[in-house]
């Protein structure tokens, strides 16, 4: 990470995301498509997530602020609204969630508990590919993968050293975990 992190220092800026993780059977099938994809298309094999929030790189706040939010937050069901794609590296390919006001209030509490005022704006998706691809490539994935759940079930939040803006192969290889609590955790 150093190497990289000097010479793209005035690009990039290292944050924090923070993460909502689906519970069991829907982790397995998104990471098993995960994986099947990057595979397919030469791309990066990531953990599945929903990114809650994005902030500044405090790793002891961080940690705070996962374990306080896990405390105070149940597990979350998300309604599937549909496979979606986007030009963006992070958003090739994703299942996009209805929104819902425990998700605004979990990001919320993230943002205060890290006493964070960045502008990250929530918008509850999974992506399932990060990779540039032609919009015709784009389009024809999404026609051909289909979900089986109707809603997931989100069980645990982790908080993510990573890149801002994620471009690359190399920057999701760098990802680094700083925290993990299941919510609705009591421990410290």
Not at 137 to 153: N, W
Request: aromatic share 8%.
């Amino acid at each position: 990470m150093h190497s990289r992190t000097g010479h793209l220092s005035s690009m990039k800026k290292i944050v924090i995301a923070y993460w909502l993780l689906p519970g069991e059977p829907e982790r397995s099938f998104f990471q098993q498509l995960i994986n099947d994809l990057g595979q397919r298309y030469s791309a990066p094999v990531f953990e599945p997530h929903l990114t809650i929030h994005v902030g500044t790189n405090w790793a002891n706040t961080a940690e705070k602020a996962v374990a306080n939010a896990a405390r105070h937050c149940k597990p979350v069901t998300l309604k599937t609204l549909q496979i979606d794609h986007s030009p963006e590296f992070i958003k090739t390919l994703f299942v996009r969630f209805a929104m819902i006001p425990q998700l605004q209030e979990l990001n919320q509490t993230i943002r205060t508990a890290t006493q964070d005022s960045s502008d990250y704006r929530l918008s509850p998706h999974l992506s399932l590919l990060y990779k540039k691809i032609s919009d015709d490539k784009r389009r024809l994935l999404t026609r051909s993968i289909e979900i089986p759940f109707s809603e997931v079930r989100f069980d645990s939040l982790k908080a993510i050293r990573c890149f801002s803006p994620t471009q690359d192969h190399a920057d999701v290889e760098a990802w680094c975990a700083v925290a993990t609590r299941s919510l609705g955790s009591i421990g410290t």
